[in-house]
């Protein structure tokens, strides 16, 4: 198993100081300039850390939210290439049907892999309902233009005897050919999900597929991958094309942990401060899934009415991993097995957890927990026991 | 709700089905719907089916109407209109429209097509005035909350709820509330970006050469007087009227003065020599 840090880098300070929803409206003025760059000084130095551990890291992008600070990912994978030395490095990843400019995403995908010496790894997703609202794409059509997208990103990475033109449906190019290549013939691609379809359709390309934060729902998405690699490739999947997002907090004795949990799950307690009026985009999601969630009363919206889960409730659920690094091995240990295997652990903290919680969690990680997770395999009856 | 229910009729438009109602006798006359789509119990439609042979359709991409990839702008939508109002053999008729239906209305006329006598065009969007990036003159109605989004068109907040059954989806059927989604996918589709409006729109008004009337809510909320007086002027002398105690769709909210300002409309049209 491959171990990622994660984190959003957010900017935490604001939470206390929106009034309502963290995202799409609260202003930029509530930003302290020296705060902010404060906490990037922060995050960087945990990076370098992380990287000495051992461990690789992942970065992601929102945009106009006090959830993320990270409108740009390739900009942080830029300066994580020289100033890290061996660890991968994640972009999880760019909304490619939101972006006007396909090749150019190319192009900085190309130019961080070249400056990493091949340790970049690109996701392209889907993204989230709100961000149609700030990036203005429209969210009808969306699945053909990513798909489209998708199509120009990997010929513009993969073509060495260019250029070529491109007359899509969506974009076209009369000359692409993007220097720097990248190092590698193509960095490893990435694409994220939550529903059985999206699994299917990432295995049917051979991806990377990262769920995220749900627990034993895994199950159905990663079988779902299983069925359509294996029915796409005809041989099985390995561990290492599937991943799972998840909080962790560690601490040497349990009260640590759960004081870390703590602090990380303040996010858990912020993710739902959401504006109704940017809940939903029509065309994000089908009129016929749409319509079952406002029969269901739910305002069309994964946050309606949404309660945070106590730290023990995530735990129990396999969403938050927390714990001394026995309980937190023996955790992700059973839930591997009950998930039937993964082979890519991205590990998010932030919340109001400080440096030395954040530093701390990651030493127990690397250092005792990850040796003893690295050599992983299915128990062939761990399945069966949890059906 | 009103605007949940099938419409009757289906014809193939350039490979494409699209539903549609016809009722009435007399002239014709072809009706765009709003934002939301149409349903044969809207209150405006029996008021114009005593009188007109009315044909409703659907938009492409709206209710049960298919839609052709190739079909993306509000523009392309007036060609499909042009497809089925031929596909009828319909000569000769009135074309009306409320809200987004009078932007495609709107388009459409500016084509200059032979089979139109007279255009109505209720609380009209699709154009842009405004020449500075932060003036907006049109409402972003996509960033209004559900339960909220009923208002925003009636001057009076009882024929809202009514209109939109209080937006209670738990005591609609699961095929209402779908057609209640699919037609903010079409609204979502033509009109997102930009917000409700044809940049080229404006310029191209000039065009119209058929005897037009701009009617008004005097309580629009989506859009105020002054955008649609400005509407109006950009038409070779269309006239422009205003209703009061009525909001954005004017169809829904004050359905029998709408019918009566289509048909002294059409009286005077018929008093008019061409």
Redesign the interface.
């Known amino acids: 198993m491959k171990f990622w840090y994660f984190t959003e880098q957010q900017y935490h300070p604001a939470w206390d100081r929106v009034t309502g929803t963290i995202r799409n409206t609260p202003p930029s003025g509530l930003i302290d300039p020296d705060e902010a760059a404060d906490l990037f000084d922060r995050y960087y130095e945990e990076f370098q850390a992380f990287d000495e551990l051992g461990l690789n890291i992942a970065v992601n992008e929102h945009h106009t939210s006090y959830q993320c600070m990270s409108p740009t990912p390739y900009l942080h994978m830029a300066a994580l290439a020289r100033i890290t030395r061996k660890a991968r490095l994640l972009s999880i990843g760019t909304p490619i049907a939101q972006r006007p400019d396909p090749v150019r995403v190319a192009e900085e995908i190309a130019l961080a892999d070249m400056m990493s010496r091949g340790r970049t790894e690109a996701g392209l997703i889907k993204s989230i309902p709100w961000e149609y609202f700030n990036s203005n794409a429209n969210p009808m059509g969306l699945m053909d233009r990513f798909w489209e997208a998708h199509d120009l990103i990997v010929k513009a990475l993969t073509t060495r005897d260019g250029p070529f033109r491109w007359d899509g449906e969506y974009f076209q190019y009369r000359n692409v050919n993007i220097i720097p290549r990248p190092y590698q013939d193509c960095p490893p691609i990435w694409m994220t999900g939550q529903s059985p379809s999206s699994a299917k359709d990432i295995a049917a390309k051979g991806y990377i597929a990262a769920t995220s934060q749900n627990g034993t729902d895994a199950v159905p998405f990663f079988d779902a991958y299983r069925q359509s690699y294996a029915a796409s490739f005809g041989r099985a999947a390995t561990d290492d094309r599937l991943a799972y997002i998840c909080y962790v907090a560690l601490g040497k004795t349990e009260e640590v942990a759960r004081e870390r949990a703590q602090r990380v799950h303040k996010w858990v307690e912020f993710l739902a401060r959401q504006d109704d009026r940017f809940q939903h985009a029509a065309g994000y999601a089908p009129a016929k899934d749409f319509a079952r969630l406002l029969q269901a009363n739910r305002g069309g919206s994964l946050f309606f009415n949404y309660v945070p889960p106590s730290i023990d409730k995530l735990r129990e659920q396999g969403i938050m991993f927390w714990g001394t690094p026995d309980q937190v091995s023996e955790q992700i240990g059973s839930f591997y097995q009950r998930v039937g295997g993964f082979g890519h652990l991205l590990m998010q903290m932030g919340g109001v957890a400080s440096q030395s919680d954040t530093i701390e969690s990651m030493q127990l990680m690397a250092e005792i927990v990850a040796p003893r997770l690295k050599e992983i395999a299915l128990n062939p009856r761990a399945r069966t026991v949890a059906a | 709700m009103l605007f949940s229910e099938p419409l009757p009729c289906r014809q193939i438009v350039d490979g494409a089905e699209i539903e549609f109602l016809r009722e009435g006798a007399g002239e014709s006359l072809v009706y765009l719907h709003g934002f939301d789509g149409v349903s044969p119990s809207d209150p405006f439609i029996a008021q114009l089916a005593s009188g007109f042979d009315l044909i409703v359709p659907s938009l492409p991409g709206f209710g049960a109407s298919r839609l052709l990839?190739a079909t993306r702008t509000a523009s392309d939508l007036a060609h499909a209109v042009v497809g089925l109002i031929d596909s009828l053999k319909v000569k000769d008729c009135l074309l009306v429209g409320s809200s987004f239906g009078a932007w495609i209305a709107a388009e459409l006329a500016t084509m200059r097509p032979r089979f139109i006598r007279g255009l109505v065009l209720a609380d009209p969007i699709g154009a842009r005035f405004a020449k500075d990036p932060l003036d907006h003159e049109i409402l972003d109605i996509?960033?209004?909350?559900?339960?909220d989004y009923p208002y925003i068109f009636f001057a009076d907040r009882a024929k809202a709820e009514t209109a939109f059954g209080g937006t209670d989806?738990?005591s609609?059927s699961?095929e209402q509330?779908?057609r209640?989604?699919?037609n903010?996918?079409g609204?979502?589709?033509f009109g997102?970006?930009p917000l409700l409006y044809n940049p080229s729109l404006a310029s191209r008004l000039c065009r119209i050469e058929i005897p037009t009337l701009v009617l008004w809510g005097e309580q629009d909320r989506v859009i105020d007087e002054a955008y649609g007086r400005k509407f109006a002027n950009a038409i070779p002398g269309a006239d422009f009227r205003t209703i009061p105690d009525c909001g954005h769709y004017l169809p829904i909210e004050q359905p029998s003065v709408f019918a009566s300002e289509i048909r002294q409309f059409s009286e005077r049209l018929r008093r008019t020599p061409a």
């Open positions: 990839p996509f960033t209004i909350a559900t339960a989806f738990t609609m699961y509330t779908v209640y989604c699919t903010r996918e609204v979502t589709r997102w970006s």
